[in-house]
């Protein structure tokens, strides 16, 4: 059984997430298979190849590492995270935006190895080290 299926305690739990969250009230929190669809789909609009050959392939392994996750407050923060996500993907919004230091501290040792690794792979595909692209500035 797959726990990240939208079950009716979850969409009981959505309708109070956007007050509580970094989510706008309007905005309602997208079932597991349409965000993992939503999140492929902007990465063939908005991702060079490279790119996106590495995003699709995280975002699929994310997504298949917790298929069995039953804690609900996980299994919303996931959702959350990666529909925001989506949106800063879609509007750029993303670009030379920081790292929250409170996220940062959360994460294990393995994923802040992930985070090292994939700024390197961007970082490298950009040939010069990534200037221009992380200051923010014009």
């Known amino acids: 059984m797959l726990a990240l299926r939208p079950t009716a305690r979850l969409w ?12 706008t009230e309007a905005l309602a929190l997208l079932p597991p298979i349409p965000l993992y669809r939503r999140i492929l789909r902007v990465h063939r609009k ?20 917790h298929r069995t996750v039953e804690n609900p407050l996980h299994i919303i923060g996931f959702l959350t995270e990666w529909q925001l996500y989506a949106q800063k993907l879609e509007g750029d919004a993303w670009i030379g935006e920081k790292l929250d230091k409170g996220k940062l501290d959360k994460m294990s040792d393995q994923q802040v190895g992930q985070l090292y690794e994939l700024m390197q792979a961007i970082r490298n595909e950009d040939g010069e080290g990534g200037e221009g692209h992380g200051d923010g500035k014009q």
């Open 46 to 65: 908005k991702l060079d190849p490279a790119m996106r050959l590495l995003g699709d392939s995280y975002v699929k392994s994310e997504f298949r590492a």
């Open 12 to 23: 009981a739990t959505q309708a109070s997430i956007g007050s509580k969250s970094s989510l």
